[in-house]
């Protein structure tokens, strides 16, 4: 599908910085759960350390998103830019188990200001009838580093040490910065220096919050897989968790771009239900997982559920408030996914640690299942 001259070369810019500030963190996804354990952690360590990550963007979200109404995208893209180039140095610095995860929450930190600021600025370079195409197309980047980082990540951190490869993740983020200083910003100081909408106001539109309940159900399932994928797979002495992550980032950048011009045409609603119930059953499926092949059948599921339902929740919530308010609505969707993804792993860490990770992908499932049904019932309204 050609978007040649549909949108501004910031666009572009846009989109390429966000391959280069996920690959940067993806270049860990592998590497982390086993670094925690060799500076003494267990399994509850691990879930903590994603937890705190998720903490970190839970308290910010919702200042950020309205520094994003306030001020503009682009200030608060550079900010996420470069705390993402900074935490996986001061990882590698880190002298104690504890100094590293307080670090965790100040990276969760850059998280939540760069994507929040960054489907703003692409929903604000897009037309309206073009708007779900253009967060598709967006998103599609923030997974194509999965094809090669977790991958290269392992191996360098097999063949340099853990050290080595963390400061390498921190350059590879670091690219985003220069990228996102040639990007010009749309709208003006008439978009940028508004005092936006009131968060309480926000929150209690129906499309935002029934789209922010949906949402956690993908959330609870990333946030298992990114804390217990790689010891699930140790356990049952299986070889394809980078294999998981790169199936995983095929099916996502096939899907979302796909998903999000369907979107544009059938609606919101109808494109995130199958997404939502694609999380469930992979998590119940992956639970079952016994071979290589099966990773790799769950990473693409897991895919289509990623493309799916971020394409129809992210663009339901744009659609849903005026210009203004855009940063304060998608803080709140994002606030609402970062939570989900630290109970994944911090609740999720409790049942692995008491029942095995099979039994924390089982939980998974059957919150994802929940999150569906909520959707369902209260998104009837139209607009939802």
């Known amino acids: 599908m050609s ?52 903490l970190g963007a839970v308290a910010a979200r919702p200042g950020v998103g309205r520094l994003v109404d306030r001020w503009g995208c682009k200030p608060v893209l550079l900010g ?27 990276h969760g930190v850059g998280m939540a200001a760069f994507t929040t600021a960054y489907t703003a600025l692409i929903a604000n370079l897009a037309s309206p009838e073009r708007r779900g195409e253009a967060i598709g197309l967006s998103g599609a980047t923030n997974n194509l580093g999965l094809l090669f ?11 340099c040490g853990y050290g080595a490869h963390l400061f390498l993740a921190a350059g590879i983020s670091a690219v985003s910065i220069p990228l996102l200083l040639a990007v010009a910003e749309p709208g003006g100081k008439a978009i940028t220096r508004t005092r936006g909408m009131d968060l309480r106001a926000v ?8 789209a922010s309940f949906g949402i956690t159900g993908l959330a609870v399932a ?39 011009w369907l979107s544009d045409r059938i609606g919101r609603r109808t494109v995130a239900v199958p997404g939502m119930l694609a999380a469930m059953l992979t998590m119940a499926g992956l639970s079952l997982a016994h071979s290589d092949a099966a990773l790799l059948v769950a990473g693409a ?22 210009i203004e308010a855009r940063g304060t609505a998608l803080g709140i969707l994002y606030t609402s996914f970062d939570i989900g993804v630290g109970s994944g792993a911090l609740g999720l ?7 095995g990770y099979a039994a924390a992908f089982y939980a998974a499932a059957a919150w994802a299942a929940t999150a569906l049904a909520g959707y369902l019932v209260w998104g009837r309204r139209r607009g939802s």
């Open 80 to 106: 996420g830019a470069v705390i993402f180039a900074l935490s996986p140095v001061l990882y590698a610095l880190s002298p104690s188990l504890w100094a590293f995860q307080v670090v965790r929450v100040f």
């Open 203 to 210: 929150a209690r539109m129906r499309p935002v919050w029934v």
């Open 301 to 322: 599921a897991f895919g289509l559920s990623w493309g799916l339902t971020r394409a129809g929740t992210d663009s339901a919530v744009v659609d849903a408030v005026p």
């Open 149 to 159: 980082a977790p991958a290269l990540g392992s191996y360098s951190a097999s063949q």
């Open 349 to 355: 860490g409790i049942v692995a640690a008491a029942q």
């Open 222 to 260: 990333y946030g298992s897989i990114l804390s217990f994928l790689a010891p699930f797979a140790a356990e049952r002495s299986l070889a394809a968790v980078g294999g998981f992550f790169s199936t995983f980032a095929v099916a996502v950048m096939l899907v979302q771009a796909s998903a999000g």
């Open 3 to 54: 978007v040649t001259g549909r949108y501004p070369p910031s666009f572009y810019l846009a989109i390429t910085a966000n391959l280069f500030f996920f690959a940067g963190f993806q270049w860990t996804y592998a590497t982390l759960p086993a670094y925690i354990q060799d500076i003494g952690g267990d399994a509850a360590a691990i879930g903590l350390a994603f937890g705190l990550f998720s």
